[in-house]
């Protein structure tokens, strides 16, 4: 996970935007197989919000 | 970008956000307990009444009307109201005779199904209408309304131009770093950018869905100005005789637009309607659809449709607003995840500002301090 050049920077924050735009999007357009395509999609940025939180909290063993 | 643009940006972001963060995060804390006001409205038992047996047939929306109209028989049916998620919810307005607005009646909510009548309790008596006029105008009515329409618009700005100073700022940093030894002020800026770049898009639809909704008096004022009342304006004839039935106008409207649903009747005489005609509003039944109004305007001495129309793009757009930032659409998992984007936002508000408040204390004299130069003196 590279953070050098912007291609590095923009790479992750533009897939939870478009996973972000693909939920929102889903669950207005149907029931069942698009509410499913909402949840999994719409929870991918707070997993990441909370995997990165709990890997790098204060006391733990410093790992990216 | 030049370093005078991305300085711009800077300011933009840190004016925008600190302007709005005080509202956005009474926004935050009463908007996370509204996501489940369905939930809570059951446990608090403050939700109407809408039982009914299954095959259980419809009262005749005049029935409906006059057992409405008991409530104060001083006053007239002026619009008609129906829940899209609770078949069995009416809400009746009941104005004065010669009142074309809706200000100086009252409303009365019943059941469908049984006719049973109940009160509509005053927002400050129920914790969900509590918390929903502390979200909506901070209970100061009209203008409250107004005031936090552009504290929404701030908070999208704030997103936007935030979205602008986290590039340059992540140039060297790997995504999602949180440097939580190096200091109060590092340990915030990562948590900040982390989070707000994660729920970026979610934070700007809700926002913008947010003032969008905010503005909805504005909104639908001008399509009443403007398109409805072009469109009464077509059918001036005034009333002669005897109205026929509210069942009979809403049946006209509906055939007027096979497949739909009722979702308003406005009367004749009020600024929704013609002098003569009824405006029947309805809409369509999936997540969608529902959110996309038709109008009929319904000859009230005839009963025969007089002209029917679409509503303008900018209705639908504030139609829509409504699932996007309540995050009703997608059952309880979506209510949820609603709930969790919230915190986090709460979270973005909150480090943004300690930030703010561990700044430097002025570019000098960070510059001096990173050269190593003796601080004369604050900023």
């Not at chain 2, 302007?19 to 009474?26: G, R």
């Not at chain 2, 059951?42 to 095959?55: I, K, P, V």
């Not at chain 2, 057992?67 to 008609?80: E, F, G, R, S």
């Not at chain 2, 992540?170 to 707000?196: C, E, P, Q, V, W």
């Given at each position: 996970m590279s953070g050098a050049g912007m291609g590095g920077v923009w790479r992750i924050p533009a897939a939870l935007a478009g996973l972000s735009i693909v939920g929102l999007a889903a669950a207005i357009l149907g029931d069942g197989f698009w509410d499913w395509l909402c949840w999994a999609t719409l929870s991918v940025p707070l997993a990441v919000c909370a995997v990165k939180l709990w890997r790098q909290w204060p006391g733990r063993s410093a790992s990216l | 970008m030049t370093p005078a643009s991305l300085r711009g940006w800077r300011l933009v972001h840190r004016w925008t956000s600190l302007i709005c963060s005080a509202n956005l995060l009474i926004l935050c804390v009463t908007g996370l307990i509204l996501v489940f006001h369905h939930e809570i409205q059951h446990l608090m038992g403050?939700?109407?009444?809408s039982s009914y047996t299954e095959g259980q047939a419809r009262l005749p929306l005049q029935s409906l009307v006059d057992i409405a109209q008991k409530a104060d028989p001083t006053l007239v049916p002026k619009l008609l109201s129906f829940d899209p998620e609770d078949k069995a919810v009416n809400y009746i307005y009941l104005g004065k005779p010669?009142?074309?607005?809706?200000?100086?009646g009252r409303w009365v909510v019943l059941n469908?199904?049984?006719g049973a009548n109940q009160m509509l309790k005053q927002?400050?008596?129920?914790l969900v209408g509590f918390l929903l006029k502390l979200h909506v105008d901070l209970f100061t009515g009209f203008a409250g309304q107004m005031f936090v329409g552009v504290m929404g618009l701030l908070f999208v700005v704030s997103t936007v131009s935030g979205l602008v100073v986290y590039g340059p700022f992540m140039k060297k940093l790997a995504f999602g770093?949180?440097?939580?030894?190096?200091?109060t002020r590092i340990g915030n800026i990562d948590l900040h950018n982390l989070f707000g770049v994660a729920t970026l898009v979610w934070a700007f639809v809700v926002g913008l869905t947010g003032a969008i909704l905010s503005f909805s008096p504005l909104i639908t004022g001008y399509w009443q100005k403007t398109e409805l009342a072009a469109m009464t304006a077509r059918h001036p004839e005034p009333m002669t005789g005897p109205a026929v039935s509210i069942d009979r106008v809403a049946a006209a409207g509906l055939a007027a637009f096979p497949g739909k649903d009722l979702a308003f009747i406005a009367y004749p005489?009020?600024?929704?309607?013609?002098s003569r005609h009824f405006s029947v509003l309805v809409r369509g039944h999936t997540e969608l659809t529902q959110r996309l109004l038709s109008v009929a305007l319904v000859d009230a001495?005839?009963?025969?449709?007089?002209e029917a129309a679409g509503t303008p793009w900018y209705m639908t757009v504030l139609m829509l607003s409504g699932p996007f930032h309540?995050?009703?659409?997608?059952g309880l998992p979506l209510q949820i995840i609603w709930a969790l984007f919230t915190i986090v936002t709460g979270v973005v508000t909150v480090t943004g500002f300690v930030v703010w408040l561990k700044r430097p204390r002025t570019r000098a004299a960070s510059d001096r301090n990173a050269s190593g130069a003796k601080l004369g003196s604050k900023a």
């Amino acid at each position: 996970m590279s953070g050098a050049g912007m291609g590095g920077v923009w790479r992750i924050p533009a897939a939870l935007a478009g996973l972000s735009i693909v939920g929102l999007a889903a669950a207005i357009l149907g029931d069942g197989f698009w509410d499913w395509l909402c949840w999994a999609t719409l929870s991918v940025p707070l997993a990441v919000c909370a995997v990165k939180l709990w890997r790098q909290w204060p006391g733990r063993s410093a790992s990216l | 970008m030049t370093p005078a643009s991305l300085r711009g940006w800077r300011l933009v972001h840190r004016w925008t956000s600190l302007i709005c963060s005080a509202n956005l995060l009474i926004l935050c804390v009463t908007g996370l307990i509204l996501v489940f006001h369905h939930e809570i409205q059951h446990l608090m038992g403050e939700e109407l009444d809408s039982s009914y047996t299954e095959g259980q047939a419809r009262l005749p929306l005049q029935s409906l009307v006059d057992i409405a109209q008991k409530a104060d028989p001083t006053l007239v049916p002026k619009l008609l109201s129906f829940d899209p998620e609770d078949k069995a919810v009416n809400y009746i307005y009941l104005g004065k005779p010669e009142e074309r607005g809706f200000d100086l009646g009252r409303w009365v909510v019943l059941n469908g199904f049984t006719g049973a009548n109940q009160m509509l309790k005053q927002p400050e008596e129920t914790l969900v209408g509590f918390l929903l006029k502390l979200h909506v105008d901070l209970f100061t009515g009209f203008a409250g309304q107004m005031f936090v329409g552009v504290m929404g618009l701030l908070f999208v700005v704030s997103t936007v131009s935030g979205l602008v100073v986290y590039g340059p700022f992540m140039k060297k940093l790997a995504f999602g770093i949180l440097r939580f030894g190096r200091g109060t002020r590092i340990g915030n800026i990562d948590l900040h950018n982390l989070f707000g770049v994660a729920t970026l898009v979610w934070a700007f639809v809700v926002g913008l869905t947010g003032a969008i909704l905010s503005f909805s008096p504005l909104i639908t004022g001008y399509w009443q100005k403007t398109e409805l009342a072009a469109m009464t304006a077509r059918h001036p004839e005034p009333m002669t005789g005897p109205a026929v039935s509210i069942d009979r106008v809403a049946a006209a409207g509906l055939a007027a637009f096979p497949g739909k649903d009722l979702a308003f009747i406005a009367y004749p005489g009020n600024e929704y309607a013609g002098s003569r005609h009824f405006s029947v509003l309805v809409r369509g039944h999936t997540e969608l659809t529902q959110r996309l109004l038709s109008v009929a305007l319904v000859d009230a001495e005839t009963g025969v449709v007089a002209e029917a129309a679409g509503t303008p793009w900018y209705m639908t757009v504030l139609m829509l607003s409504g699932p996007f930032h309540f995050g009703d659409y997608g059952g309880l998992p979506l209510q949820i995840i609603w709930a969790l984007f919230t915190i986090v936002t709460g979270v973005v508000t909150v480090t943004g500002f300690v930030v703010w408040l561990k700044r430097p204390r002025t570019r000098a004299a960070s510059d001096r301090n990173a050269s190593g130069a003796k601080l004369g003196s604050k900023a």
